[in-house]
């Protein structure tokens, strides 16, 4: 069975450091990756994804991610936080070309907090 | 972009009624809807998968009887939590997928639910 695995329950950052939060999964087929986020009082969003192609993904806010295959990784990075960055965040994986009985399986998720 | 909207985003009830939340894609035909309960600091713990026109599959240890589920039309899941008690109190989210093969399920603001 697939699984999620986010080893950072907590992190306190103090502005413009550098983010890194690990993502682990089991499963040993292709996959689908995706990191969402929550912030304060609001819904998640799709953060980044990655399905195919470049490992290394871009997404939106100045967030990447790096699908490490061998490593079953996943982990979210930015060079450099804000304080608006304080939020929920989500790791996420499902298999390639899931059928109709597959699903999505989140990790447990990482709460960012930002000191300004 | 895809929006997902929930509505009531919040309710209170008292115990032994029955509460229907909706769950509908805006700007997009899902074939699929999720529905998703989220306790405080904790994950998101999916509940059921809704496919358009057939019965919801529920997750082990959700009531399918407690917990029903209508999907009838491809913009419109319905999600009925029927007899209620406070422990049913929860935050209740649901998400949408346009394309099974794209995997990008887009999350609708919640339901706060409240039950006295």
């Known amino acids: 069975a697939q699984s999620v695995s986010q080893h950072n329950h907590h992190v306190i950052l103090s502005e413009a450091a550098s983010l890194e939060l690990g993502c682990n999964y089991s499963?040993?087929?292709?996959?689908?990756l995706f990191w969402y986020v929550q912030y304060p009082g609001q819904h998640l969003q799709l953060l980044l994804k990655?399905?195919?192609?470049?490992?290394l993904v871009k997404g939106i806010k100045g967030f990447e991610a790096e699908f490490i295959k061998s490593k079953f990784s996943f982990n979210l990075r930015k060079p450099s936080v804000q304080w608006s960055d304080t939020a929920e965040y989500f790791c996420a994986v499902s298999k390639s070309f899931m059928n109709r009985d597959d699903k999505i399986i989140f990790g447990k998720g990482t709460r960012l907090h930002i000191l300004p | 972009g895809a929006v997902v909207s929930q509505h009531p985003s919040r309710v209170i009830c008292k115990s032994g009624t029955s509460v229907k939340i909706e769950c509908r894609s805006l700007?997009?035909?899902?074939?699929?809807m999720f529905w998703y309960r989220q306790f405080p600091k904790q994950s998101l713990m999916l509940m059921a998968t809704s496919n358009e026109g057939s019965k919801a599959t529920y997750e082990q240890g959700v009531e399918k009887d407690k917990f029903l589920i209508n999907h009838a039309s491809l913009t419109l899941s319905t999600l009925t939590v029927t007899s209620a008690h406070p422990e049913d109190s929860s935050f209740y989210i649901c998400?949408?997928?346009?394309?099974?093969?794209?995997?990008?399920?887009?999350f609708g603001p919640g339901t706060r639910l409240t039950v006295l």
């Open positions: 998400s949408a997928i346009h394309d099974r093969l794209t995997d990008t399920q887009y």
């Open positions: 499963y040993g087929g292709t996959v689908n």
């Open positions: 990655y399905f195919s192609g470049d490992p």
């Open positions: 700007d997009f035909q899902a074939t699929t």
